[in-house]
């Protein structure tokens, strides 16, 4: 698994090196965060339960699901949560508010293990760099 983490790292080297008079963006994107961070996806919602980012294809579902539980849980705790962590069968799922320019996202995470609090930073700066390419200052 990490040879092919490393792999792709070394493959977006090349890729982004120049295309023409283009130079392309090296900046990490999702999935190479999701990589990095060792996690099967994330998904980055609206306060709203809309998707703005995801390393899967189809994410309206978990953005609408996993939102508003968080919302739910919010409103019965008075106070919002740092993050909410489900344990099912086999992963994870962890939800974790990001507030960027005033405004509110979730970042929902499955992983097959629980996430530590030093990687659970590493791995929110980097959605965090991510995120700067999608939403305006």
Known sequence: EEEIVSSLLELKKYTTESIGEETLSDKFDLLEVALENDVSSIT?????????????????EISARYSALFQQVFKMS???????????????????PIVMNGLIFYAIIRSNFELEPVNEKK????????LEDYIPN
């Open 123 to 130: 791995l929110i700066s980097d959605i965090l760099n991510v």
């Open 44 to 60: 980055i919602t609206s306060e709203e339960g809309l998707p703005v980012v995801s390393t899967i294809r189809n994410p309206e």
């Open 78 to 96: 008075k106070s919002m949560p740092k993050r909410i962590s489900i344990k099912f069968e086999d992963y994870y799922i962890h939800i974790i």
